[in-house]
């Protein structure tokens, strides 16, 4: 089985589909075989980033059910002989508003997908199914700016990812389900009394269910280091969310090597190793290994 990397944003526009194609690039330089998959239904362009302008198949074929798996929409890149994506969609209401049964059908058959690793761009805000592939990966990259609307827009996004996890342990008839589902939650203590009430194992679910998330923190276009930043968010993330785990992979500057990067459909990381960005990306990179090697052991 893959280990699947899903990577999202509360904000649009601060760096997730880069960020993707990057770390894709940067895996597969580590001798990992990996696949893109681009969950945005919104603004698919991951395959624009790697040269490729006109796909031949699309996630459409593999929900429309012309193909029988993802391995049959997973296309190889040229001169990335690592790399292989699935382009996405958009350009269909159907397939931007999948039934959940179509996504439950997704999410098994992301399990099949021949490779080491997966990297889900989810695309930005907190639709249902955006945050039901966010939360379905092994690890959940969560990309900012250092901007403080950016940082309260991750929060919400977090905040909701997690409560959407919470919900994911009880069957959709559960009371608890059914009045969780019908309050505005504020945070997950509120959660935690309402699962309470009707037992400790449900409260212990929630618990369970959180612990399974290994959040991270990428800080993008930000020049000075984001440890404060990181710092708060990190408590309100716990004091909040109950989330002990979250972990900061790194930071990337603002770069203009990178939007020329962009531009010409190449990885800043493979067109330009040397860049101030590659280098911080490559620290990323390294992190993201040392997780990626703890859940294969
Ligand atoms: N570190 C950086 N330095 C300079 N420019 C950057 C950097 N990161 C991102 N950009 C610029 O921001 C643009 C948007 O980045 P990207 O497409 O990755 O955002 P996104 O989060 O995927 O957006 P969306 O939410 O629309 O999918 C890039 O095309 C690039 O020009
Ligand atoms: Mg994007």
Do not use: W
């Not at 429309?64 to 190889?76: T, Y």
């Not at 559960?174 to 449900?202: C, Q, T």
């Not at 989330?243 to 962009?262: A, F, H, Q, W």
């Amino acid at each position: 089985m893959p280990v699947k990397i899903s990577v999202g944003s509360g904000k649009g526009g601060v760096g997730k589909s880069v960020l993707s194609t990057n770390i894709a690039y940067l895996l597969g330089k580590a001798g990992l075989s990996v696949t893109l998959l681009d969950m945005d239904s919104g603004g698919a362009d991951l395959h624009i980033l790697m040269g490729l302008f006109r796909p031949k198949y699309t996630l459409t074929d593999f929900i429309e059910k012309r193909v029988d798996s993802l391995n049959d929409v997973a296309q190889k890149l040229e001169g990335f002989n690592k790399i292989k994506i699935i382009t996405g969609t958009g350009d269909s209401l159907h397939t931007a508003n999948m039934p959940s049964a179509t996504k439950s059908k997704l999410l098994r058959h992301i399990q099949k997908i021949d490779s080491d690793v997966v990297i889900i761009d989810v695309g930005a805000g907190t639709h249902f199914n955006t945050l039901d592939f966010f939360i379905a990966a092994d690890i959940q990259v969560c990309v900012t700016t250092g901007d403080p609307t950016a940082i309260l827009d991750l929060y919400r996004f977090i905040k909701l990812a997690v409560i959407r996890k919470a919900l994911s342990s009880f069957l959709a008839y559960d009371e608890v389900s059914k009045v969780i589902r019908k309050r505005d939650i504020k945070d997950i203590g509120e959660l935690l009394v309402i699962a309470s009430e009707y037992g400790e194992d449900r409260r212990q679910s929630i618990d369970n269910s959180i612990a399974e998330l290994n959040p991270c923190i990428v800080f993008n276009q930000v020049d000075a280091t984001p440890n404060a930043k990181f710092s708060r968010l990190k408590s309100l993330l716990l004091d909040y969310l109950k989330i002990t785990n979250l972990d900061l992979l790194g930071k990337v500057p603002d770069d203009p090597e990178l939007r020329k990067s962009v531009k010409v459909y190449q990885p800043i990381t493979s067109l330009k190793p040397a860049a101030p960005s590659s280098l911080a990306l490559e620290v990323i990179c390294s992190r993201l290994l040392k997780h990626i090697d703890r859940l294969q052991s």
